[in-house]
């Protein structure tokens, strides 16, 4: 087989990638807390070792290897909801979130109070306190205040403190759904960041940016299905000079 055809073959791949990252990105454009994904490739060019002279551009004669997929946690805007129990994080922490398959980190601050008194994501997962504990608030029992650092106050008594964590390298944290993310393998790093209540953080994805990228990315993908095709009608007509001369 052409290795010219490999490299077309690799290509379409990653740009179907590349769309269902771009994809997901736009579909979550207005999802409370969530962080911009994007896709980094690594290259290598067999095309041009051929010496076939292909009327190609570089982008598309250079074979590509998807290498990874990471998360941009860069900040998203705040906006105002009035709400006493939806929180947002400005910097570089995380909320704590109990799941049935462990503790999870994540940015959505979209939080209700239980039935049992606890404090919930919308999911009804119990969000965790500095001790390992959830934090139980009564609601008939005054004014819920949630200080900068998450200390939770009701009247003048403190019912606790929100575990925040910060990681050196969140990148390599996995995105596990429900705008969640693993810890496992992330150094847990000082807190710069604050609370603030009656706020939630904003998709940190730019629309506009993700739509350019993808018309770009689609037509990247067509001139990729032109090279296949284009080798695949040399390999035809190849394998048909082949038999004729054969007889």
């Known amino acids: 087989m052409d290795p010219a055809y490999y490299v077309a073959a690799g290509s379409l791949k990653a740009r179907a990638y590349q769309l269902d990252t771009v994809s997901n990105n736009i579909a979550n454009a207005s999802t409370v807390g969530y962080k911009t994904e994007r896709t980094f490739f690594s290259i290598f060019n067999k095309a041009a070792a051929e010496g076939r002279g292909l009327p190609l551009s570089k982008d598309v004669n250079d074979g590509t290897v998807l290498a990874q997929r990471g998360t941009d946690f860069s900040q998203g805007a705040l906006k105002p909801t009035q709400r006493k129990m939806d929180l947002a994080i400005e910097g570089n922490a995380f909320f704590m979130v109990q799941t049935p398959q462990g503790v999870k980190a994540t940015r959505d601050g979209r939080f209700k109070i239980g039935e049992g008194g606890e404090i919930q994501a919308s999911d009804e997962a119990p969000v965790l306190g500095k001790n390992g504990q959830t934090i139980k608030i009564n609601p008939s029992e005054g004014e819920i205040s949630i200080q900068p650092d998450g200390t939770i106050q009701q009247g003048k008594e403190t019912l606790g403190q929100l575990d925040l964590r ?10 596990v759904g429900s705008n969640r993310y693993n810890t496992a393998g992330a150094q847990e790093t000082e807190v710069k960041a604050k609370v603030s209540q009656g706020y939630l953080e904003q998709s940190s994805v730019d629309l506009p940016t993700a739509m350019v990228d993808m018309i770009n990315i689609n037509r990247l ?27």
Do not use: G
């Not at 910060?166 to 995105?175: L, Q």
């Not at 993908?221 to 007889?247: C, G, P, Q, Y």
């Open 221 to 247: 993908f067509e001139m990729s299905m032109k090279v296949a095709s284009t080798i695949t009608n040399d390999l035809d007509a190849k394998v048909l000079s082949d038999v004729a001369s054969s007889r």
């Open 166 to 175: 910060a990681y050196a390298n969140p990148t390599i944290m996995e995105r």
